[in-house]
């Protein structure tokens, strides 16, 4: 295979990632609990942010000025398989969280009605599987697009994210005192056995 054709094959299949997991995503959130408590928006703004500046960064790599538009990554026939397999990973992960915290799940920093803290599946390994999951498929798509400005974004996205876990952190701590205490101990944040 050449690399243009493994680069049209992997932008196919990162792109039907991206689609399923915001298909995905959109139909579970009618599935939620009822929300107790919610995190104000002026809570929000440190990390959405971010998320947003990340990703005009990330998505705009290739159109923006110099330093964020230099190739970081050759275009290679290795380059898209990785990039197309960690998409695809980090998509299962990211719906396998999904699919285990179940009706407790919400994209804002929440608390709802009979709040479970799920310690099983993919939260048995870290504690923030979803963003775990999220920053693997960004990984991946960084590597595809192989821009600064890629990497940039990522991080950017990184921090958000390691932002709103401190938030959360803070929530379920409230919420469940000792039980999240004993929890954040002997599992990591956001990367297995790392952090």
């Keep these: ?19 399923i997991f915001g298909v995905f995503w959109l139909v579970a959130a009618f599935t939620t609990k009822k929300t107790v408590y919610r995190q104000s928006l002026a809570q929000r703004a440190a990390w959405q942010t971010m998320v947003i500046a990340g990703a005009v960064v990330f998505f705009n790599a290739s159109r923006e000025p110099y330093p964020l538009n230099a190739l970081f990554l ?3 026939v290795t380059a898209a398989l990785v990039a197309t397999a960690l998409c695809v990973c980090g998509l299962a992960f990211a719906i396998w969280a999904r699919a285990v915290i179940g009706r407790n799940w919400s994209g804002r920093i929440t608390l709802k009605e009979n709040h479970e803290l799920i310690q099983r599946g993919p939260y048995g390994l870290v504690r923030h599987p979803i963003y775990t999951g999220i920053l693997t498929m960004a990984a991946g798509s960084g590597l595809l697009i192989g821009r600064v400005g890629a990497v940039v974004g990522w991080i950017l996205f990184l921090v958000s994210f390691w932002i709103k876990a401190g938030h959360e952190e803070a929530l379920m701590l409230q919420q469940f005192p000792a039980e999240y205490s004993a929890y954040r101990q002997r599992t990591k944040r956001v990367l297995p056995f790392i952090f």
Aim: net charge positive; charged share 10%; hydrophobic share 45%.
């Design 1 to 19: 295979m050449t690399t243009p054709h493994a680069y049209a094959l992997a932008n196919r299949i990162v792109g039907a990632c991206w689609l």
């Design 74 to 76: 050759p275009r290679s």
